[in-house]
């Protein structure tokens, strides 16, 4: 199916089975890699990016019903060389250990931001739940979005 898509500011015309998942496009189209396979479900968040300023899942979304929006990834959040003040955060705090979750915690944390930016540690935990992380235990994580929240205000 005819699809367009703007992607990381971009708009991006493709012909896509109606089965195509966001996810895949993402990442064996447009070779976008940051978003990651984990679950594949629904369960883990590592998957997430933004449709028209939204997280979403990108294993539960099909590249068609994106067609005519918005979709923003890890990759288009860096200002060039100069990282989002969110991802420079998660390195100062140490959240970042193997690094899968990563990219879905931080689309994650711009959209809490986005939506509340001085949130308090149970809404950011709240906020989070949906992403796993099996590395971290959270409480870096966590700081890392009080950091980043202190950074942007
Ligand atoms: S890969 Fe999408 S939620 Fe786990
Ligand atoms: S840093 Fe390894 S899963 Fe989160």
Do not use: W
Request: charged share 25%.
């Amino acid at each position: 199916m005819k699809t367009t898509i703007t992607i990381n500011g971009r708009k991006r015309e493709f012909d896509v089975p109606p089965s195509t998942l966001l996810l895949n496009l993402l990442r064996d189209d447009l070779g976008l890699t940051g978003a990651k396979y984990g679950c594949g479900i629904g369960e883990c968040g590592a998957c997430t990016v933004h449709v028209d300023g939204e997280p979403v899942l990108g294993c539960m979304t099909l590249a068609v019903d994106c067609d005519g929006k918005s979709v923003e990834t890890i990759e288009g959040l860096s200002d060039g060389k100069e990282l989002h003040p969110i991802q420079q955060a998660y390195l100062d705090e140490g959240a970042v250990q193997c690094g899968f979750c990563t990219p879905g915690f931080i689309m994650s944390t711009k959209a809490l931001l986005d939506e509340n930016p001085d949130p308090s540690e149970s809404e950011i935990r709240n906020y989070l739940k949906g992403n796993l992380c099996r590395c971290t235990g959270y409480v870096n994580i966590v700081k890392a979005v009080q950091k980043a929240a202190e950074d942007m205000r």
